[in-house]
């Protein structure tokens, strides 16, 4: 039986700030990416999100990022190896006290914006990132992009990884994605909903140039602040058990 990890970038509101759609989409999903401070989120949302992963049975992630709030996380800085695994540590370290108050555990990390991109091609910056990881918990789990450098420095240190795959955005033959919102509107869920399919099944996805390329899927993402998010979510969940394929946590995957 095939298995798929639903995956979900959560509690990024801070303060006054609303952003996504965490109590809509947490039902559906089976591992949360937490934001940790650096690029959104503050302790009160943090507190929150855990309570609320933990409520659904969700697996839980640190989503560490760049120093960056005020850009979101998604500019790229530049940061010496030393000064990223302070980075992780110091929002991986946050995330698991309140991980430890709630008596539950941090299953994987996916390393946000900039920084998820910017390790997907450096692998200095990719090393740096899965050393500080394994030197917290060697069972922590890596989310990375098909053919990325952390994937590749995860099977030469022994880290366990997952292969991400995305349900809203467009990707490359290589894997990757195209880093833009134009076109983020959903207007046909059913057909997002059965490329997923397609990418679990039969590991191939057309491009946003129009070739069909290998990919593999060990987890899905969905964007909490993709516009409709919430109801593409409950389509995919839909369309996989139509299809005989099981939704369950990374952890319980690999």
Do not use: W
């Amino acid at each position: 039986m095939y298995k798929v990890d639903l995956n979900c970038d959560m509690g990024e509101s801070f303060g006054l700030y609303q952003m996504g759609n965490d109590e809509e989409i947490m039902p559906y999903i089976t591992s949360a990416n937490i934001a940790c401070g650096f690029h959104a989120g503050d302790p009160h949302v943090m507190r929150r999100t855990v309570e609320l992963a933990k409520k659904y049975g969700v697996g839980i992630g640190a989503h560490p990022g760049f120093p960056d709030l005020l850009g979101f996380g998604r500019r790229y800085m530049t940061c010496t190896p030393s000064e990223v695994k302070d980075y992780i540590l110091y929002q991986v370290g946050a995330l698991r006290e309140f991980c430890a108050a709630e008596k539950v555990r941090i299953q994987h990390c996916k390393p946000h914006g900039a920084l998820y991109m910017k390790a997907g091609e450096d692998k200095e910056l990719a090393r740096a990132i899965l050393e500080t990881m394994h030197r917290i918990d060697p069972e922590m789990i890596i989310f990375a992009m098909n053919q990325s450098e952390v994937i590749e420095e995860a099977i030469k240190m022994g880290v366990p990884f997952a292969r991400e795959a995305y349900s809203d955005r467009e990707h490359t033959e290589t894997g990757s994605i195209i880093l833009t919102r134009k076109g983020s509107e959903i207007t046909d869920y059913d057909a997002m909903a059965q490329r997923v399919v397609r990418m679990v099944k039969e590991e191939r996805v057309l491009t946003y140039d129009g070739k069909d390329a290998a990919i593999k899927a060990d987890t899905i993402c969905i964007h909490g602040d993709t516009p409709g998010a919430p109801k593409l979510a409950k389509k995919i969940v839909e369309a996989l058990k139509e299809n005989n394929i099981e939704v369950a946590p990374i952890h319980t995957i690999l």
